[in-house]
């Protein structure tokens, strides 16, 4: 290709750089807050399912998630249910020595060798009232031991990303720092369960209380009943490992998921899982910026029959704003230029959302065309109509 050629191409990727639409996104309409969640080694407030950050403090930290790691159990078996594996009439048989060494330890049904319980019983227990019995029955009767079951739970883990997890117990109950997890970690588990699941969610989580053989207990939930919209999902304590909470609510449509974890008191835990959930109600406000579809912007082609092609998103490009005065910065990121052909629906692109003091939020953008290759001729015609132009 000659020089004169290399130039108009350069002069035509000029004027084709990617470029938003400038709007105003909001005005305040508060004085901003800090987050309240000094007392807490590491916290992590999210919106779900669209992943974007409202507050984070050591969120790729590890830590022991004691009972937090009933969770998982518990998306497990609703996996297995989804696959037809599970029902939640099944019924499993409470072991002798399940019995012997569990019942009564910790949080507990008080299990007697020779019950058989429904699953659906079972799983009340472990997501109420957190029974660590419970979750070594279920572990058993649906893996076949607590080890086979552990390893399902970790490929789990590894088919959601949970790239900073590890469990080697069912139920949490100490194991020599076998089982870890992170706050990130832990929020890709909620989405999941909450989206994946969302009627088993609702039936088995956020639940004030369970009882078995006449013995009612109640769930210690920091936010069911005393926060607006609260509806789950659990908290653990070890003295290795602390006070955690993976709490959610949902308000008008909107779900935020937290994570806290090391604090070093049941009340301190309480009062921050509920003043932080409510600063991100209070906070910000979820806006749609974009329509489905919409024109957003623009990628430039190489070697294509356009020099450019408009970029779009398959859904409402909806974002947490802070109420308060804040700055926001539009950006589109991509490899580029994008060199041709580029296909109709190919996602190509992200779109950028930085909010000063948060981290980025990145939304996938797409072609809205497809761009075919050129030939060679159509190359030096574009080239120099977009030098004349």
Not at 87 to 110: H, I, N, R, Y
Not at 264 to 269: P, Q, V
Not at 293 to 315: K, N
Request: charge should be neutral; glycine fraction near 10%.
């Amino acid at each position: 290709m000659t020089h004169w050629v290399r130039i108009c191409f350069a002069l035509l990727a000029l004027a084709f750089a990617p470029r938003l639409e400038a709007r105003p996104l909001q005005a305040p309409t508060q004085q901003w807050s800090v987050a309240p969640v000094a007392d807490a080694p590491i916290a992590l407030l999210v919106e779900v399912p669209s992943g974007q950050v409202l507050y984070a403090r050591e969120p790729d930290r590890r830590f022991i998630p004691a009972s937090v790691t009933k969770v998982m159990t518990a998306y497990t078996v609703f996996e297995q249910i989804k696959a037809g594996k599970l029902s939640t009439s099944t019924e499993f048989l409470v072991p002798d020595a399940v019995a012997q060494e569990w019942s009564g330890k910790g949080s507990t049904m008080f299990l007697v060798a020779g019950d058989k319980l429904p699953l659906e019983t079972l799983l009340r227990g472990i997501t109420t009232i957190s029974a660590n019995d419970a979750s070594i029955v279920v572990a058993e009767g649906a893996g076949g031991s607590v080890l086979q079951w552990t390893a399902l739970m970790n490929r789990q883990a590894r088919a959601l990303g949970m790239a900073d997890s590890h469990f080697g117990t069912p139920n949490g109950w100490p194991d020599g720092g076998a089982t870890f997890t992170t706050a990130a970690d832990l929020v890709k588990l909620a989405t999941a369960l909450t989206t994946r699941h969302p009627a088993l969610y609702r039936s088995y989580f956020g639940q004030f209380d369970f009882g078995y053989r006449g013995v009612g207990m109640r769930n210690h939930d920091p936010l069911i009943g005393v926060v607006k919209g609260a509806d789950g999902i659990k908290t653990g304590f070890t003295n290795q490992a602390g006070h955690n909470f993976l709490g959610s609510a949902e308000r008008n449509g909107r779900r935020l998921v937290m994570v806290v974890a090391g604090i070093d008191s049941e009340e301190s835990r309480a009062r921050i899982s509920r003043e932080l959930v409510e600063w991100g109600f209070d906070m910000f406000e979820r806006k749609e910026i974009y329509a489905a579809g919409e024109q957003i912007g623009f990628a430039q082609v190489q070697d294509g029959t356009s020099a450019a092609v408009a970029l779009s998103s398959t859904s409402p490009v909806n974002v947490a704003l802070p109420r308060a005065k804040a700055g926001v910065r539009l950006a589109i990121t991509y490899d580029g230029p994008l060199r041709a052909p580029v296909r109709k629906g190919e996602q190509v692109a992200m779109l950028e959302v930085t909010i000063d003091g948060m981290p980025p939020y990145t939304v996938p953008l797409i072609a809205s065309d497809t761009v075919e290759k050129a030939s060679i001729f159509s190359r030096i015609a574009n080239g120099i109509r977009g030098w004349l132009a």
